[in-house]
């Protein structure tokens, strides 16, 4: 699945394109994996089907295969987060939507995703994000308007300004990701 996480990581943060392009596969995991082992994340990935409006989406949030099949075969990858477990939330990071595909929900559709998948596999009732407070404002607002409630990282004290990263946190309930389904 390589190819079209690498192609959609390219699109959605350019800034990383150059450096990453040309580095060697376990370098990319690594890179993506941000911090953390590749082979403790969770992969929640969404591939195209027909046309905008999802006709024959598929979100898979499994492990892959041992052996994908080659990725001239796969349909493109429209959306995916990586996530890891922490003792109190599902970690995600790597949120990314394909360029043509935004505003259409497929990036709260894998964050729905990626809550079920805390939920069932490591019994985790909260997501959480860290964000670039100062330089992703909108990203802040974007998790919030999910669910999410800032949770202030870093030192700060009475008249400090605020630290440039924040924690996003969204709790909720088995009952609450079916309400979210439907």
């Known amino acids: 699945f390589l190819p079209p996480i690498r192609a959609l990581h390219a699109a959605c943060f350019p800034e990383d394109a150059a450096d990453m392009a040309t580095a060697p596969d376990a370098a990319f995991l690594e890179r993506l994996a941000w911090l953390h082992e590749p082979a403790e994340c969770v992969w929640v990935l969404c591939w195209g089907g027909a046309g905008p409006g999802g006709e024959g989406m598929a979100i898979d949030g499994a492990p892959p295969p041992a052996a994908p099949p080659p990725s001239s075969s796969l349909p493109p990858l429209l959306a995916m987060v990586t996530a890891v477990p922490y003792p109190a939330s599902f970690f995600g990071f790597n949120l990314a939507v394909a360029p043509a595909w935004r505003g259409l929900g497929l990036g ?24 670039d407070a100062a330089g992703a404002p909108a990203l802040v607002r974007y998790y919030c308007g999910f669910g999410g409630v800032v949770e202030a990282t870093g030192v700060s004290g009475p008249g400090a300004p605020p630290p440039p990263t924040v924690r996003v946190v969204r709790r909720f309930d088995e009952r609450g990701l079916v309400a979210d389904t439907a």
């Open 108 to 131: 709260r559709r894998v964050m729905h995703e990626m809550q079920a998948a805390g939920l069932a596999r490591f019994g985790l009732a909260a997501i959480s994000a860290t964000v």
